[in-house]
């Protein structure tokens, strides 16, 4: 019954080393977007997907790049993880533009070493 | 917009109490104000939203008011328990857009 699938749930990576984290959706939804939540802070928009077409957000470090091959897949790659970039990494997704429920992933918690 | 305020940062009640979460935004365009529910360790689930061309919606327990004038909108739960207890997120968005941003959250902890 999962509807959003993030993974790994846990993800390992050494500092400046390239990772890439991922999410798939069985609910056919337009739109998806991934957010920075650091610990007791607010999930931080960092770009979304409106089908194909890539939003990225003014303050989105370059170092965050996204990919989306399909409706049902989407990935944050982080091509030189820094140890400010530790964080839980969210996906979610929604119908479509309009004020649609946005449903989260379980998230992707990520620690550099 | 991206300017949203929200206060307190932490709230504790007594069962059965009510709690209030207020949030203030900036931006003129934002057109749509959801509240976001977090559990430890789980993911934002939406409880309640509301858009600008109505001043109160309620849910049961929840309601949200909203002063467009004054550009705050508030978070009210009447007769908490221990299960609300949670992190609550404001957020302001333009709904054509779907995207949001959302406030700092608040810690409720609602004690038996």
Redesign the interface.
């Known amino acids: 019954d999962a509807m959003v699938i993030q993974n790994p749930r846990y993800q390992v990576t050494q500092f400046g080393k390239p990772v890439t984290l991922s999410c798939s959706q069985t609910l056919n939804h337009n739109?998806m977007?991934w957010y920075q939540q650091k610990s007791?802070?607010?999930?931080?928009?960092l770009f979304?997907y409106y089908d194909k077409d890539f939003?990225n957000e003014a303050d989105t470090p370059d170092n965050f790049q996204s990919r989306r091959p399909n409706t049902s897949f989407c990935f944050l790659d982080i091509r030189s993880p820094g140890l400010g970039d530790a964080a839980m990494y969210?996906c979610a997704t929604?119908r479509?533009?309009?004020?649609?429920?946005?449903y989260?992933?379980?998230?992707t918690r990520l620690t550099v070493t | 917009g991206e300017n949203v305020e929200q206060h307190p940062s932490t709230l504790s009640v007594q069962e059965g109490d009510s709690a209030v979460i207020k949030c203030t935004y900036s931006d003129s365009a934002s057109n749509y104000f959801p509240w976001y529910k977090q559990e430890l360790g789980k993911r934002p689930q939406l409880i309640i939203d509301i858009r600008s061309n109505v001043g109160e919606k309620k849910d049961q327990r929840i309601a949200v008011t909203l002063n467009k004038t004054a550009k705050h909108f508030s978070l009210h739960i009447t007769e908490t328990q221990p299960e609300d207890s949670a992190v609550y997120f404001c957020a302001d968005g333009e709904y054509n857009f779907n995207k949001f941003y959302f406030g700092s959250g608040t810690k409720l902890n609602v004690k038996p």
Do not use: I, M, T
């Open positions: 739109v977007y007791s802070q607010a999930p931080k928009l979304h939003n969210l929604s479509d533009r309009g004020n649609y429920e946005q989260f992933g379980p998230g």
